[in-house]
């Protein structure tokens, strides 16, 4: 941890950062609670936009982790300036890489497993994350913006050709399970153990080793979106690329669909535009309305969760549900009154508390750098 910033930051990446984590963290698994429990047609019809599609399609909850993803490298052309000499800037590209891929395994609940069965070294947001910084950050330092676009192409081509080549776009079927299976084996998640030893799971079929490609590719597009905000323009040239490229990866990840169906599981090359290009937009939005017009509209609170976005998916994934257990001990008097309504309750004040230590972090200017 550090005390201060190391760099001038854009508001409106950390508002918009805040947001997604909100979302993540506290909005969807306290409306999911309340649906749970509600008798209101609308809200028990709006689940459907907090929670995954099963396979082909999208939906509101499928754009939190490209977004994520997307703002890890609008920050990069930014971070990077302040390591000139390629020794310092690697060794704090591969130091991110391993400490990201740690932190993975510690959400995922793998790193003190203390038994090789239970190892998963793949299969976690952080370390997607990882991958997709590594490969940005190499091509960022090694080529100049027209290279790295060729690069980023190559990329999805590849992707797309052995997608395409590999059979077909089924869960079982498709090309990118088949290399899962092969590469990670007994260590990709949702492997179980029987008598029998161990087996894939029927019911998981996110991918890693080939999506590791797309990953880059989400995060080399947050990178352009970076450089272009980055530049010395007008704000509102800045915007109109913004709005601009976003459209046409948009426009693109929907024509593409036509033959290759957008599938967030296997992050395929239609899903990666189409969420890359409202990534753009809502870049754009955020820009406009924070930054060049000064106004927050309120938001500024959601930079509690954008300052530290590590800290803070941390403990929503790490330490939410054991608050929870913790805080049952002292609220429990009030199930008797609540009901179904009681779990509602506990969340919110896990949150509460959540929310409470990342404010207090806030307002120290404690930030947890990776």
């Known amino acids: 941890m550090q005390n201060t910033p190391s760099s001038p930051r854009l508001q409106s990446l950390d508002i918009l950062r805040g947001a997604d984590l909100f979302l993540l ?25 907090f929670t995954h599609v099963s396979w082909e399609g999208f939906a509101l909850w499928d754009m939190v982790m490209p977004l994520f993803m997307f703002m890890a490298g609008t920050s990069m052309p930014f971070s990077m300036k302040k390591y000139p000499t390629s020794g310092a ?51 960022l330092r090694t080529f100049t913006l027209r290279w790295q676009i060729a690069a980023t192409v190559l990329l999805m081509a590849v992707y797309s050709a052995l997608l395409i080549g590999g059979g077909d776009f089924t869960p079982e079927g498709n090309f990118a399970e088949k290399i899962d299976r092969i590469v990670l084996g007994r260590f990709r998640d949702g492997v179980y153990w029987n008598e029998m030893g161990w087996h894939f799971s029927p019911h998981y079929h996110y991918t890693w080793i080939l999506s590791s490609l797309n990953f880059g590719v989400t995060v080399m597009t947050g990178a352009f979106a970076g450089q272009i905000l980055i530049q010395k323009t ?77 800290a803070a998916y941390l403990l ?46 806030y307002r120290n200017k404690i930030y947890l750098k990776i």
């Open 234 to 310: 007008s704000p509102i040239q800045k915007i109109q690329r913004l709005v601009l490229w976003g459209g046409v990866m948009l426009v693109s990840g929907l024509l593409m669909s036509i033959w290759m169906p957008i599938i967030k599981t296997i992050w395929n090359t239609s899903m990666v535009l189409f969420t890359s290009g409202i990534s753009f937009l809502l870049m754009a939005l955020f820009y406009y309305i924070i930054d060049y017009k000064q106004r927050s509209y309120g938001l500024e609170w959601l930079k509690i969760f954008g300052v530290n976005s590590i």
């Open 89 to 139: 800037y690697y060794g704090k590209v591969f130091k991110r890489v391993l400490i990201l891929f740690i932190l993975g395994m510690l959400v995922q609940g793998n790193l003190l497993a203390l038994h090789i069965d239970h190892w998963r070294f793949y299969s976690n947001t952080l370390q997607a994350i990882a991958v997709g910084y590594l490969i940005s950050a190499l091509l």
């Open 25 to 49: 963290g506290i909005f969807q698994p306290l409306f999911m609670i309340f649906a749970g429990v509600s008798e209101i047609p609308f809200i028990k019809n709006a689940t459907v936009h």
């Open 316 to 361: 929503f994934e790490v330490v939410h549900y054991p608050l929870n257990g913790f805080l049952d001990h002292f609220l429990y008097g009030f199930k008797q009154y609540l009901n179904d309504f009681y779990p509602l309750l506990l969340n919110m004040a896990s949150c509460a508390v959540i929310f409470a230590l990342l404010m207090s972090m």
